[in-house]
């Protein structure tokens, strides 16, 4: 049974730290591609960052790049999000998600492209 289980959320203020991780199991990790996607409430669900199946290639958002940083232990099958400089809309329920293949083009930040996801962990950022 596929399983992705998101932890490390937690409420941080304005300009803080915080490092998600997602522990995957059920399927094998060096195929899939990994991303993590963010919803707030009353809002969709947007792409933060996706890496490919070797570790090497990363993809980010714009508003998360020089902030966000995104990396995997594929031998571990564990997938990080390390997170700098939260802003007040960073506020969301944070969801990895694992894509069969490798990324091409602008897949990476499409919800539809990713087979497997996790249940979510909370983040709140206060100001």
């Known amino acids: 049974q596929v399983q992705l289980v998101e932890s490390g959320g937690g409420s941080v203020q304005a300009g803080g730290s915080l490092k998600l991780s997602c522990a995957g199991s059920g399927y094998t990790a060096s195929i899939y591609s990994m991303g993590w996607f963010r919803q707030a409430p009353g809002k969709g669900r947007e792409a933060v960052a996706a890496i490919d199946s070797g570790g090497v290639i990363t993809y980010y958002a714009d508003s998360m790049k020089g902030r966000f940083i995104i990396s995997r232990d594929t031998a571990k099958n564990t997938l990080y999000l390390q997170m700098n400089s939260l802003k007040p809309e960073g506020t969301a329920m944070y969801y990895c998600?694992?894509?069969?293949?490798?990324?091409?083009?602008?897949?990476?930040?499409?919800?539809?492209?990713?087979?497997?996801w996790g249940q979510g962990t909370q983040v709140t950022v206060s100001s």
């Open positions: 998600a694992a894509a069969l293949g490798t990324l091409v083009g602008g897949a990476w930040s499409l919800n539809t492209r990713y087979r497997y």
